[in-house]
């Protein structure tokens, strides 16, 4: 195994190998930053050009480009408010509010370190994870998937605010999400739901433009309103502090280490995808404050709130990537892709990837490794000058940021359609922002519907509603509840501590 | 505190709106199969459930300060007309774009909107203005149209001089 692994780092670091996994960082760097162009779609259009190349060189350039999307994709995030992936939309929240209060430097090294750890957990996950992983998924059948999707949702919901009224407001917000995930044909009978003759709508909404005008467009009509620069009265010099962030991510290793490995394993969990493990990881972060105070400065700009999701997000890479190669079960839409890229060089996924080619597997998780290391080497020479980005005039940014969003939002179906979704979503975020409800729920059930709806199917149609009692539906149902009930919980603690408190001193007294 | 009173009936009608969405959502589902319908009715009547709860704490105006969620704040020290007008504006540019994509295609208001955004918003130079116009349009037509070969729609009136 150790001689395979050095094979694979050897391999990966031949030359013409090298040369391609550096211009697949190249085209996966702007691709990231671009809002709404994912990388799912950048693969796709560039798996033709592996037609004869080597295994390794082949997958050095399509994991190189993919990995690195995942970790600028985060950077206009932090810097606009606008997800330049569709699913990277959890670090807008504390990202985003860094940036506001002239933290952009130290956001954004905070998310460069957080990525790092997490790609290198993601391939670490990998290598380990091959001779094991395969008892793991096979236990996963449809109802646990289905039960871990409500886990999510449930999680987010009772995450995103708190006591009755802030769980009641997540849960409107995580229904109406898993609501408008049913527009469209039905996958079961073929009804068109909810499209009302539109046939744009037959698809069902495009996550793309819902989540880039959801997040971007409340934002952008802020920074219209104040005309003001995004860090607006903050000085200058204030502004760099990128290497206070990567401090964080050492302060806060653990946490960071924690979300990696949620990223990992939702990554392993076929179809569940990069918003999920963005979310879970958020949703740890929050809970690991350990005061309401320390809670209540998520989401205004704590550097936690970019380190868990950060570290999620390239970790699931790696996660992503064992069914992919173990199964030939894609991981997610990306792995479906790439699954193409095994085709095309000659490689069949299964059992095979394990054996007789198990050094282009190793090759892989160099891959992923290297290509962050490089990536970050990369940004971290231009992180003062992109955080300074925040201080341009919103007059100057305001008609940029409008073009990015509806370009974004534009190339996800290239139809007007795509706009038309971004605004209707973007008229929605402003709403609830202005009312102070969450927009995660909302998110992670529009994504999540879907899934949640074909695992539900599956489940009933195969074993009744026998799978209520499968032992791994069980345990997931109770964590969901202890999930759902561990806010309230926790209030009833901080009351009965302190009128324990208030008692003690009436005593002393 | 009218601003508060103002953000609670906010607050209700919006939530009340979702009550709405949720029950027609239900309604809307009674001629489908059950295989089709059976979900959106599950989570429409979760949707009116929890709004209608959301409706009621809100009216009642009960723990506010807890429920706070972990969300951006629209931060501004303007005065309330000023920011309403300001929004107002900031819509009636989204709408131009809109209309002017409608009219001319849109690459063409991508263009315009950069120019008048600029122009009387900015209130930029000429020269700034012109050349950040320039720089945008070679973006969208090197990127969009010659790299990508994306199908951007023209205009109703494009197609009427194309015509």
Known sequence: MVEALLDGLLRVLQPNALLYMLLGVFIGFWVGIL????????????????????????????????????????????????????????????????????????????????????ALVGAAALALAIPVVRPLVLSFG???????????????????????????RGAAAGALGLLLSAVGQDPQAGILRYTFGQLYLWGGIDIVPAVVGFFAIPEILDLMVRRSSIAASVPTGRLVGVWEGVKDCFRHLGLTLRCSV??????????????????????HAVQSAKTPEERERFGKGDVRGVLGPGAANNSKEGGALIPTVAFGVPGSSAMAVLLGGFFLTGLVPGP???????????SMVWTLALANLVTVALCFPLLPYLARLTTIRATRLAPFLLLLVFVGAYTANNSWGDIVVALAFGALGYAMVRFRWPRAPLVLGLVLGDLAERYLWISVARYGWDWLGRPGVVVL?????????????????????AQLLHREVAHAD | MRTEGKGRLGEVLFAGFLVAVGA??????????????????????????????????????????????????????????????????????????LVAGWLVGLIP???????????????????????FTVGTWAVLEGFMVRLLHLPIPTGVLTSLVVR
């Open chain 1, 35 to 118: 809002p709404g162009i994912g990388g799912v779609t950048t693969l796709a259009l560039m798996l033709p050009f592996v037609y004869g190349m080597e295994p390794v060189q082949a997958f050095a350039f399509l994991l190189g480009m993919h990995s690195v999307v995942a970790t600028t994709g985060d950077l206009t995030s932090i810097l606009f408010g606008i997800p330049g992936e569709g699913l990277s939309a959890a670090l807008v929240l504390d990202g985003y509010a860094m940036a506001k209060k002239g933290e952009a430097g130290r956001a954004l090294g905070a998310n460069l370190m957080s990525s790092l750890v997490g």
């Open chain 1, 262 to 283: 949620i990223g990992a394993f939702i990554g392993i969990m076929p179809g569940l995808g990069g918003g999920v493990a963005q979310w879970m990881s958020y949703g």
């Open chain 2, 24 to 97: 027609g959502a239900v309604l809307y589902t009674g001629s489908w199969p059950l295989k089709a319908a059976l979900y959106p009715r599950v989570v429409g009547s979760a949707l009116v459930l929890a709004s209608l709860a959301c409706c009621l704490l809100a009216a009642l105006d009960r723990g506010e300060k807890r429920a706070a969620a972990v969300e951006l704040e629209l931060d501004s020290d303007l005065p309330a007309p000023v920011v309403r007008a300001r929004t107002l504006e900031s819509l009636g540019w989204i709408g131009g774009f």
């Open chain 2, 109 to 131: 208001a991508m263009v315009l909107l950069v120019l008048a955004y600029l122009r009387w918003v900015g209130r930029e130079s000429w020269w700034f203005t012109g050349v």
């Open chain 1, 142 to 168: 449809s109802p646990e998937l289905f039960m871990l999707t409500v886990m999510g949702i449930a999680f987010i919901a009772s995450l995103s605010g708190r006591g009755a009224r802030g769980l009641a």
């Open chain 1, 352 to 362: 095979d990837m394990l054996t007789k080619h198990l050094p282009v597997t190793y």
């Open chain 1, 477 to 497: 149902l109770v964590l969901t509840l202890a999930v759902l009930v561990y806010p309230f919980l926790q209030e009833w603690r901080e009351r009965r501590t």
